[in-house]
């Protein structure tokens, strides 16, 4: 098997209203979220690649236009603003795009992390 993973980066806003007042997660905050895209196949393609890593440019623009210096709140809605269901989302973005799509990681911080791998 072999597997290739690509880095992203914005920074957006969110808050858990779900969670107790006290949380720190409950008040408004952001995260420099870092995002790593990992294709995988048995084999390489005629250019020995899983993948070439240009075809990750539409990702990389959706990232931008849609989530960078956003609140994930208003774009993911309120129940959905986790790096768990940023990682979920992400991967079904990817995969019916690039069906090589084996996992999406989000970090919140250099610490904290989520992957989503079906």
Excluded at 45 to 63: A, M, Q, T
């Amino acid at each position: 098997m072999f597997r290739i993973t690509k880095e992203f980066h914005f920074s957006a806003s969110h808050q858990l209203t779900s969670l107790p007042p006290d949380h720190q997660c409950a008040r408004l905050h952001g995260h420099n979220y870092i995002v790593e895209v990992e294709l995988s196949a048995n084999g390489l393609n005629d250019n020995g690649f899983v993948r070439d890593y240009h075809d990750l440019v539409p990702f990389k623009r959706y990232i931008d236009e849609s989530f960078d210096h956003r609140h994930l709140n208003d774009v993911l809605g309120h129940g959905q603003a986790t790096a768990e269901c940023l990682a979920r989302h992400f991967y079904l973005w990817c995969k019916a795009r690039l069906p090589e799509t084996s996992a999406v990681r989000v970090s919140e911080t250099p610490k904290t992390w989520a992957e989503y791998r079906p």
